[in-house]
């Protein structure tokens, strides 16, 4: 990458064991109404945690600093002095007049807020591992934009009956609203990077009248710090009322939207994330899950809590032990007697 473009990693955390937090939370969701979107695997600890920094540090050295989004509560065994490690709490970025929340979606969109962010940043989750050394090519090009996705989704794939599935048409609402599908740069519609069925489904968008979707890979997401202010600057009312229900709510929209501004904007470089990355489904085809993990398959991985039904303690013992394999070495950002 020319010049000095540094790029950082947002990670958000929470312990759902901590009484503080859990005492909050119950405390709002009782006056409020049992929330949808509420559900116990969102905020269950699968103790792997230490693994994702182990995975960073082997495979991710160029970051230049990791903000570690909390509640206000940390792990026991993380060495807060590391020099790339920034503690972020919810009071350090997100204002007052939104907190205390427990809605990832508010989470995620303040977090240009951040002080000393980087322009260009990698937003992940704890549930997402990379299993090989990925360079930052992977993320951004030698100019400092995004490398993304762009494959057309059509509206016959959504499910009403899922989350985030309704979140994503609010998300494509505002799209609509502020990109006509006229001004589009057609020439991003096909790349060699990508495969053949994804050239054919983009050759969908010029029939269309709107953007109709996109599919969204639930992986390491790219982004400039100056999308997130100009969303704001945009749809600042919009924003302002999903930041404040406390839950996830239906009217909501997420860090989705960023992404797809970059994307109809033109700010980004064509690249197939998915030839890298897959998410699992705990609980659902372990056997595949197990088989990649070990094998390295993918540089990158997602291992969705999404079944609140599973044999939890079983799921998350063989998950711990296949990561003491993969990743044996203590990491800089774990204190030396944990």
Not at 141 to 167: A, E, S, T
Not at 251 to 261: E, F, I
Request: net charge negative.
């Amino acid at each position: 990458m020319k010049g000095d473009l540094a790029v950082d990693i947002v990670i958000p955390w929470v312990d759902g064991s901590d009484p503080v937090w859990k005492q909050d939370k119950e405390r709002y969701d009782l006056s409020i109404g049992k929330s949808e979107g509420n559900q116990e695997s969102k905020y269950r600890d699968w103790e792997l945690l230490r693994f994702w920094f182990r995975s960073i540090e082997r495979n991710m050295d160029w970051i230049n600093k990791v903000h570690f989004i909390t509640y206000g509560h940390l792990p026991e065994w993380l060495n807060t002095s590391n020099a790339k490690l920034n503690i972020v709490a919810h009071g350090d970025y997100i204002p007052d007049k939104y907190l205390p929340t427990f809605n990832s979606h508010v989470i995620e969109l303040n977090v240009h807020r951040i002080p000393d962010l980087a322009e260009r940043f990698v937003y992940m989750n704890d549930d997402t591992f990379i299993l090989d050394r990925v360079d930052r090519s992977i993320f951004f090009d030698d100019h400092g934009m995004p490398r993304q996705m762009m494959k057309i989704m059509c509206l016959d794939n959504y499910d009403p009956d899922v989350d985030f599935c309704i979140i994503d048409f609010n998300n494509m609402g505002l799209i609509n609203r502020n990109f006509s599908i006229h001004d589009f740069d057609k020439r991003k519609l096909f790349s060699f990077k990508y495969d053949l069925r994804t050239n054919i489904r983009n050759m969908a968008l010029p029939l269309s009248y709107v953007y109709p979707g996109f599919c969204q890979l639930h992986m390491p997401a790219p982004f400039l710090r100056s999308t997130f202010l100009e969303v704001w600057d945009k749809e600042e009312r919009y924003l302002d009322k999903t930041c404040t229900h406390k839950f996830r709510h239906y009217k909501d929209v997420n860090q989705w939207l960023m992404q797809y501004w970059q994307l109809v904007k033109g700010d980004y470089t064509p690249i197939n994330a998915a030839k890298y990355s897959k998410m699992f489904e705990i609980g659902r085809n372990d056997e595949e899950m197990f088989t990649a993990l070990k094998n390295h398959t993918y540089k990158m991985v997602c291992l969705n809590d999404s079944d609140s039904a599973i044999d939890f303690e079983k799921e998350k013992r063989q998950l711990i032990q296949i990561m003491k394999i993969l990743y044996p070495k203590r990491s800089g950002y774990e204190k030396e007697d944990k």
